[in-house]
């Protein structure tokens, strides 16, 4: 069974969308999307740091990554 994205992956997911299409619609900085870039890595950074919201690993594959 496919593990669902984290809250993080999802997040990075949003920005690398966002991003592009900045890339491509360069008309579009001076709107709300550089305001949601912006929001996005503040959300990143928070989840990041937030044991939850990061992707959690199967219990056998928490062992496999035990350094002893």
């Known amino acids: ?3 669902q994205p984290s ?3 999802k997040l990075q997911l ?3 969308l966002i991003a ?3 890339g491509q619609a360069p008309q579009l900085y001076d709107c709300r999307l ?3 870039m912006l929001v996005l890595v503040w959300s990143i950074q928070r989840a990041q740091r937030s044991p939850r919201l ?3 690993l199967p219990a056998g594959d ?3 990554d035990l350094p002893f």
Do not use: K, N, S, T
């Open 7 to 9: 809250v993080l992956e």
């Open 20 to 22: 592009e299409v900045l």
């Open 62 to 64: 928490r062992e496999a």
């Open 1 to 3: 069974m496919p593990l």
């Open 54 to 56: 990061r992707l959690q």
């Open 34 to 36: 550089d305001q949601a």
């Open 14 to 16: 949003a920005y690398g």
